[in-house]
């Protein structure tokens, strides 16, 4: 019977390698993406007007005006992700607000927030309402 069992098993052993070998091939190749469906974000990283995240001031005053309007728009639990993911870019005293937002109501109430912290006419809007989800 172990004879049998060894000779089913030696004929079995390079089918199953074969089927295991043709399913890696249908895997995807990551990276090996159509070249004409760059990802969502792609716009907006390329759009380099300034400033940037990158560009934020490391002076005390301005990582806390950048705290301050970041905490209040944490603590404001009616806002969307997107809402809470802005970028807050403090140069100087003047603040930048960029990313995407859910809606008009959403791009007002944080610039107020901004405003709030920072003072009328040191705050520069550059939010964008996102499309709505599909």
């Not at 172990?2 to 249908?26: H, I, Q, T």
């Not at 300034?50 to 806390?64: G, I, K, Y």
């Not at 806002?79 to 109501?105: F, M, W």
Request: glycine share 6%; net charge neutral; with cysteine.
């Amino acid at each position: 019977m172990s004879g049998s069992l060894n000779k089913v098993s030696r004929l079995l052993l390079p089918l199953g390698s074969l089927v295991f070998c043709a399913s890696l091939m249908a895997m995807p190749v990551p990276g090996n993406q159509d070249p004409q469906t760059p990802p969502d974000n792609t716009k907006q990283n390329k759009d380099q007007t300034n400033p940037t995240a990158d560009q934020q001031r490391m002076n005390p005053a301005d990582r806390a005006l950048t705290q301050k309007i970041r905490k209040a728009i944490h603590e404001d639990a009616t806002l969307s992700t997107y809402a809470h993911n802005i970028k807050i870019i403090s140069q100087d005293g003047k603040v930048t607000l960029r990313g995407p937002v859910r809606s008009e109501d959403e791009k007002a109430n944080i610039e107020a927030k901004a405003v709030a912290v920072a003072g009328q006419g040191n705050v520069t809007d550059q939010l964008e309402i996102a499309p709505p989800k599909d």
